[in-house]
């Protein structure tokens, strides 16, 4: 279901934009209808209010919980089925934050990401990427969708905008708390500061060489480090927030001395900020995450080189929910 097909069943029932509005607010918010008349979108065509309880039930029914993996960090990753019988993963993530899938799979490709190992199998529609939001909130709080789950959005971007600008509108989202994450294309920087809302953008660089970040995400446009840096940078300037760089270390890869000169030489002085995430082990993969000391070492020399550094630890790893490892598990036979 895509969210301009919900507006027109909306409208088709008489709903005016501030009925439209209420309706989307409470599948959002979680707020459910009181049938209270204290408000002027209380007061509801009759013909909407009657067929409330089946649009509740549809937009309810365009994704459901599987299942849920809590870890001590206050992360979860949450196995999420889709009404055809597919199944994405989302992120509850610590301090309100909610990492949502854009796809199910991904054609990108990158080769230290269980997600594309299964290719593309098909998008997500923009109900079923906000449907992720309001799932989430059932469970608790959400203050703010990062789009890092599986998929790349920029390959969904007519879903991805459209969820965007609702979940910004009436899911009580911040812009700067939607955050757009990209390997890089062209569309995506000439489409979003067109939107209404315009998201955080988090650009996925891994490593200052063009040949190597080839091997490393085969199927990414052939963007080279400079020019996504530049393209970057214009549309931080232009929405007055940091850019932030994604940097998965891979060690004996991307971790050595040569790549800090490069990333200094590409980032020094940028309104943006570098995220080192130490790689997550995947099944079959040769890659190995660096000792944590090496990390911490290269976070501590690109800070003394001007260059804002922060390294994270993925949360939910220990449930394989971190960065790189969600997967369509139910696509699978099950284990457990
Ligand atoms: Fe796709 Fe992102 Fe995984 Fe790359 S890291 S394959 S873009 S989901």
């Given at each position: 279901?895509?969210?301009?097909?919900?507006?027109?069943?909306?409208?088709?029932?008489?709903?005016?934009p501030v009925h439209e509005q209420r309706v989307l607010r409470d599948w959002l918010q979680r707020r459910p209808y009181d049938g209270g008349r204290r408000r002027p979108e209380d007061f509801l065509p009759k013909a909407l209010r009657a067929a409330l309880p089946q649009i509740d039930a549809e937009?309810?029914?365009?994704?459901?919980?599987?299942?849920?993996?809590?870890?001590?960090?206050?992360?979860?990753?949450?196995?999420?089925?889709?009404?055809?019988?597919?199944?994405?993963?989302?992120?509850?993530?610590?301090?309100?934050?909610?990492?949502?899938?854009?796809?199910?799979?991904?054609?990108?490709?990158?080769?230290?990401?269980?997600?594309?190992?299964?290719?593309?199998?098909?998008?997500?529609?923009?109900?079923?990427?906000?449907?992720?939001?309001?799932?989430?909130?059932?469970?608790?709080?959400?203050?703010?969708?990062?789009?890092?789950?599986?998929?790349?959005?920029?390959?969904?971007?007519?879903?991805?905008?459209?969820?965007?600008?609702?979940?910004?509108?009436?899911?009580?989202?911040?812009?700067?708390?939607?955050?757009?994450?990209?390997?890089?294309?062209?569309?995506?920087?000439?489409?979003?500061?067109?939107?209404?809302?315009?998201?955080?953008?988090?650009?996925?660089?891994?490593?200052?060489?063009?040949?190597?970040?080839?091997?490393?995400?085969?199927?990414?446009?052939?963007?080279?480090?400079?020019?996504?840096?530049?393209?970057?940078?214009?549309?931080?300037?232009?929405?007055?927030?940091?850019?932030?760089?994604?940097?998965?270390?891979?060690?004996?890869?991307?971790?050595?001395?040569?790549?800090?000169?490069?990333?200094?030489?590409?980032?020094?002085?940028?309104y943006a900020v570098l995220n080192m995430i130490p790689y997550n082990s995947i099944p079959d993969l040769a890659f190995r995450r660096p000792a944590w000391e090496r990390c911490r070492e290269i976070a501590r020399q690109l800070h003394r080189r001007g260059v804002l550094t922060k390294l994270r630890?993925?949360?939910?790893?220990?449930?394989?929910?971190?960065?790189?490892?969600?997967?369509?598990?139910?696509?699978?036979?099950?284990?457990?």
């Amino acid at each position: 279901m895509q969210i301009e097909s919900i507006r027109q069943r909306l409208q088709a029932l008489g709903a005016l934009p501030v009925h439209e509005q209420r309706v989307l607010r409470d599948w959002l918010q979680r707020r459910p209808y009181d049938g209270g008349r204290r408000r002027p979108e209380d007061f509801l065509p009759k013909a909407l209010r009657a067929a409330l309880p089946q649009i509740d039930a549809e937009l309810g029914g365009l994704v459901r919980l599987l299942s849920s993996h809590p870890t001590d960090d206050g992360s979860a990753r949450l196995l999420v089925g889709l009404a055809d019988g597919q199944a994405v993963e989302s992120v509850l993530l610590p301090r309100g934050g909610l990492c949502v899938s854009t796809q199910v799979g991904c054609a990108v490709g990158c080769q230290f990401c269980m997600t594309g190992r299964s290719g593309l199998i098909r998008q997500l529609t923009g109900g079923e990427i906000v449907a992720q939001v309001a799932l989430a909130r059932s469970l608790r709080a959400v203050k703010k969708v990062v789009f890092m789950g599986m998929g790349e959005p920029a390959h969904n971007l007519d879903n991805v905008m459209d969820a965007i600008d609702l979940l910004g509108s009436e899911g009580n989202i911040g812009h700067k708390n939607l955050v757009f994450s990209t390997v890089g294309d062209a569309r995506v920087f000439e489409r979003l500061p067109q939107g209404v809302v315009k998201p955080a953008l988090a650009l996925s660089l891994h490593t200052t060489k063009p040949e190597l970040r080839a091997q490393l995400l085969p199927r990414a446009p052939r963007m080279s480090p400079v020019e996504l840096v530049e393209r970057g940078e214009a549309y931080a300037r232009a929405t007055h927030y940091p850019v932030q760089y994604q940097w998965t270390l891979l060690e004996g890869v991307n971790d050595g001395d040569d790549e800090l000169d490069g990333i200094v030489a590409l980032l020094k002085d940028r309104y943006a900020v570098l995220n080192m995430i130490p790689y997550n082990s995947i099944p079959d993969l040769a890659f190995r995450r660096p000792a944590w000391e090496r990390c911490r070492e290269i976070a501590r020399q690109l800070h003394r080189r001007g260059v804002l550094t922060k390294l994270r630890d993925s949360a939910g790893q220990e449930v394989d929910g971190g960065c790189g490892q969600l997967r369509a598990r139910a696509a699978q036979p099950r284990q457990s």
